[in-house]
């Protein structure tokens, strides 16, 4: 069975830095693309920032471009989201996803990933 659980969230004032993890198990963890994606109540799932299997290749939506970091350790089945500079706006609930690939394509299309974690919140004052 298949697991995604996400850990790190907080309550953090403007300015300061968050660093999310995601654990999985019941996969092999180096064949999986990975995502960050957040959503607010309300709203649409938000790709974030997405990873390829090897970790060679990353991509980040233009809203934390230059402030957050994906990374990835395939021997610890752990990925993280390093986030500095944190923003009001950031604050939503982080969600981590993973899809089987064969390729290093990556995406940060909530329709491309299978496996979903309950998610870890994340709030920013002012």
Do not use: H
Not at 55 to 83: C, E, H, P, W
Not at 119 to 125: D, E, F, Y
């Amino acid at each position: 069975q298949v697991q995604v659980v996400e850990s790190g969230g907080g309550l953090v004032q403007a300015g300061e830095s968050l660093r999310l993890s995601c654990t999985t198990s019941g996969l092999t963890f180096g064949d999986y693309r990975m995502g960050w994606f957040r959503q607010a109540p309300g709203k649409e799932r938000e790709g974030v920032s997405g990873i390829s299997r090897s970790g060679a290749r990353t991509t980040y939506a233009d809203s934390v471009q230059g402030r957050f970091t994906i990374s990835r350790d395939n021997a610890k089945n752990t990925l993280y989201l390093q986030m500095n500079s944190l923003k009001p706006e950031d604050t939503d609930m982080y969600y981590c996803a993973a899809r089987v690939t064969y390729t290093e394509y990556i995406t940060l299309s909530p329709a491309d990933y299978d496996y979903w974690g309950q998610g870890t919140q994340v709030t920013v004052t002012s």
